[in-house]
């Protein structure tokens, strides 16, 4: 019995996001699932499905090393590494799904290259003579099909909408928001000869973006570049292509279309907004706005929902936006003239990313967590121990610490450092925490580093706090021996003796960690990089409630499934609880202990 294209292609696109061949067949109405293993077999399906799962493990890698601050010099190149893993990927399926290259780009550019020439007029012979850096003069239009088929039906939206002067994007995570708006803002360069700006919280969050421009150039056109800011050589002229942390000093003396990254997790929004709408200042540069949400609370939460343009119009306020819905339908332009997008990872599921199983991390996260960081739902943290803005002022970028060398064989020197170790309760995966003390009156905590550990084997994680151990002067380490953290305290105190420190859990101890967590977040004296997102979202978790005996006021956290939320607070609990709690401080908070 012959089968149509269209009914091969919905079997292909079922069985890629998992589906059982059973369930094809009674889903397609096939006479038996014989035909879908036969399918699945001709074209290759099963090794396309083990690339998904390769693709999935690479973009979560990509994520964590993206948050880490200060990266060290293996992890850049682990990152670099996995970034050009992860494009070369999505070209292979393009190649496995029959789509071919033309040779337009790269024999093109592989004459450019070869002899050290460049073109003249329409002169396919490179001349003699010293070869340009970075010279996409010869890139049409054409020659970025197949990077735009790379890409899911919601990145095409996105492109479809480049002509909005704004575009404001709310989004899951692991969609592959980087990826495309790389490749969008080297596309445009190239064709248009506009410079391209990224804003990020952090120089190095901004780096990731240089990172696939380079691997999307060398991948799809076979194009090296170099340099930073890149500096493209067009037919227009030349393009800048820069890389700035939204505190960039000289960020405000440039201009272009400005890409604004994450701009729910940036503190002082609206000193952001005004610098990006002064780069973009000229009615032909675009600015376009994206993040996960963070929370409501946020002062960008009103400039999402339209309260911003509203306030101080009275003729505005009955004046409604488009529904969350309607913005997830292929975007709106609404009344402010901004162009809204949602894409939440059902709505990147519906459009072709096939690269997540939404079951499994529905039963990874708690309710709270997934609709948060999955499917753009704002956390109202009204009933939250931490407000949000005590938070952002905690959260700077790590380049200014000129006294942490991350990239050194002693990042910090002889200071020392505290450590924080919390296993999780109901998962396998652990967290540690590196964190300075001030040295002097008024100096702040700073959390140097995070590491998150899966799997039950307490003697691993031994192994990897004993390298921590080699690199920097550590004098504490606190430690929760609850479950695993018990196998890791024995060994830890047998190792280091005089530093280790068991914390065990009761409503009292609990109780101390907790207000010694607010002295020092409402009294401003500690701060982590922006890029870890995740360290504020676990303080946000932390909620004030009673004892089941008693009613005395205790603390909770959403602890259940979740990865490296509420962990990543108590890990820097353990470490920052060193310091007593009536250490020669005046007091901010307005907690007390209750008894």
């Not at 002899?115 to 970075?134: A, F, L, V």
């Not at 506009?194 to 060398?218: G, K, M, N, T």
């Not at 997830?328 to 519906?350: H, M, N, S, Y």
């Amino acid at each position: 019995m012959a089968y149509s294209p269209e009914i091969r292609e919905a079997a292909k696109r079922l069985y890629l996001r998992r589906h059982t061949p059973d369930e094809i067949r009674d889903e397609l109405g096939l006479p038996n699932n014989r035909v879908v293993y036969y399918w699945a077999d001709k074209y290759g399906w099963r090794d396309l499905l083990r690339e998904e799962e390769v693709d999935e493990a690479i973009a979560r890698r990509i994520v964590m090393l993206s948050d880490i601050q200060d990266k060290s010099g293996n992890q850049i190149k682990e990152l670099d590494m996995l970034i050009e893993k992860h494009v070369k990927l999505k070209k292979q399926r393009l190649i496995s799904e029959g789509h071919t290259f033309g040779s337009g780009s790269k024999s093109g550019n592989k004459g450019n290259n070869a002899k050290g020439g460049e073109r003249s007029g329409n002169d396919d012979k490179p001349r003699k003579g010293r070869k340009r850096k970075n010279d996409v003069s010869h890139l049409e239009a054409d020659d970025f099909a197949s990077w735009y088929a790379s890409l899911f039906e919601y990145q095409k939206t996105m492109h479809e909408n480049l002509h909005q002067r704004i575009r404001n994007i709310l989004k899951s995570r692991q969609i592959g928001a980087t990826y495309y708006f790389a490749g969008e803002a080297f596309e445009q360069a190239v064709l248009t000869g506009d410079p391209q700006i990224f804003l990020s919280a952090s120089r190095s969050q901004a780096e990731v973006f240089r990172s696939y421009i380079i691997a999307i150039a060398q991948e799809f056109f076979e194009i090296e570049l170099t340099g930073n800011p890149i500096v493209l050589h067009t037919k227009h002229g030349d393009a800048e292509l820069r890389f700035l942390s939204t505190n960039s000093k000289t960020a405000q003396s440039y201009h272009g279309h400005v890409y604004v990254d994450e701009y729910f997790w940036i503190g002082k929004f609206d000193v952001l907004n005004k610098l990006a709408s002064a780069m973009a200042t000229h009615k032909n540069w675009r600015k376009t706005y994206f993040s996960t949400p963070s929370t409501k609370a946020h002062p960008a939460y009103s400039f999402w929902t339209g309260d911003h343009w509203r306030q101080g119009k009275p003729d505005r306020e009955e004046i409604e936006f488009p529904t969350f819905d309607a913005m997830r339908d292929r975007g709106r332009l609404c009344p402010d003239k901004q162009w809204r997008f949602v894409v939440t990872i059902e709505d990147a599921l519906a459009g072709g990313c096939g690269l997540f199983d939404i079951d499994e991390l529905r039963d990874e996260y708690n309710g709270d967590d997934f609709a948060n960081l999955f499917m753009c739902v704002f956390v109202d943290d009204a009933d939250s121990v931490f407000k949000f803005s005590d938070l952002e002022k905690c959260m700077v970028d790590a380049a200014r610490w000129q006294d942490h060398k991350p990239n050194e064989l002693r990042p910090f020197g002889n200071r020392e450092v505290w450590l924080g170790y919390d296993p999780s309760r109901t998962r396998d995966n652990a967290t540690l925490v590196v964190v300075a003390p001030g040295e002097k009156k008024g100096e702040k905590f700073r959390v140097l580093e995070k590491h998150y550990w899966r799997g039950m084997n307490f003697a691993h994680h031994v192994s990897e706090i004993q390298k921590v151990y080699a690199r920097y002067r550590v004098t504490y380490i606190g430690v929760d021996t609850t479950g695993i953290g018990a196998g890791v305290f024995d060994s830890i105190s047998t190792l280091f003796p005089r530093e280790a420190t068991a914390i065990h859990y009761s409503v009292g101890s609990k109780t101390r960690l907790v207000l010694k967590m607010i002295d020092v977040i409402e009294g401003g004296r500690i701060e982590w990089d922006a890029s870890n997102k995740d360290i504020a979202m676990s303080c946000l978790a932390i909620r004030r409630t009673t004892t089941d005996t008693g009613g005395a006021i205790t603390f909770k956290a959403s602890r259940d499934n979740t990865t490296g939320h509420a962990d990543v607070f108590f890990a820097i609990a353990h470490a920052v609880i060193n310091e007593p709690l009536n250490y020669e401080h005046k007091r901010t908070s307005s907690w007390t202990m209750q008894h």
